[in-house]
T-cell receptor
């Protein structure tokens, strides 16, 4: 079956612009996660959805970052007033249910470059 | 707070040689532990996981890992490395609130 997909695969933007990154999870997976991976680092947690609600948004770095999952499936990560430090690969993962014992299936990521 | 340490940033081995990648974690209770592999341009793929029970766990692609509570370690091993194993390897611990906490990764290079 289809895995987690993310669009776009690459996004180049200018400092100060607004960007949206999309994640399509595996069908039927209720849990969805966003991570950010900077160069030379491991993925860092941003936000986790269980269904439509954000169960944990403690990893969002500041109020420029926001994510939604209005119908409990597709999710969009939104970044306002982008800064050069936002450049990274943004990873999305989904899992069948809540609990970190559930395997998280990762998408290929969106590489964001802020000029 | 939970954390994961991967002490080796980069490891180089010859094809056919054995491999051990180190992982140490910090967590108050029995952890959920994972090893993921990331090949260039690919998403993270789960190699194996430990939740409870037998401390030696088998994974895909011939990998295994051993949970040692006394050493707070979860080292990944493979008896004979193939050139296709060249990739970045991440150890992770499942935190209280369902998220994963990753180490900084170990880049494996395999020479023929």
């Amino acid at each position: 079956g289809a895995g987690v997909s993310q669009t776009p695969s690459n996004k180049v933007t200018e400092k100060g612009k607004y960007v949206e990154l999309r994640c399509d999870p595996i069908s039927g997976h209720t849990a969805l996660y966003w991570y950010r991976q900077s160069l030379g680092q491991g993925p860092e947690f941003l936000i986790y959805f269980q269904g439509t609600g954000a169960a944990d948004d403690s990893g969002l770095p500041n109020d420029r970052f926001f994510a939604v999952r209005p119908e409990g499936s597709v999710s969009t990560l939104k970044i306002q007033r982008t800064e050069r430090g936002d450049s990274a690969v943004y990873l999305c993962a989904s899992s069948p249910g809540a609990g970190s014992y559930n395997e998280q299936f990762f998408g290929p990521g969106t590489r964001l470059t802020v000029l | 707070a939970q954390s994961v340490t991967q002490p080796d940033i980069h490891i180089t081995v010859s094809e056919g040689a054995s491999l051990e990648l180190r992982c140490n974690y910090s967590y108050g209770a029995t952890p959920y532990l994972f090893w993921y592999v990331q090949s260039p341009g690919q998403g993270l793929q789960l190699l194996l996981k430990y939740f409870s029970g037998d401390t030696l766990v088998q994974g895909i692609k011939g990998f295994e890992a051993e949970f040692k509570r006394s050493q707070s370690s979860f080292n990944l091993r493979k008896p004979s490395v193939h050139w296709s194993d060249a990739a970045e390897y991440f150890c992770a611990v499942g935190a209280d609130t369902d998220k994963l906490i990753f180490g900084t990764g170990t880049r494996l290079q395999v020479f023929p």
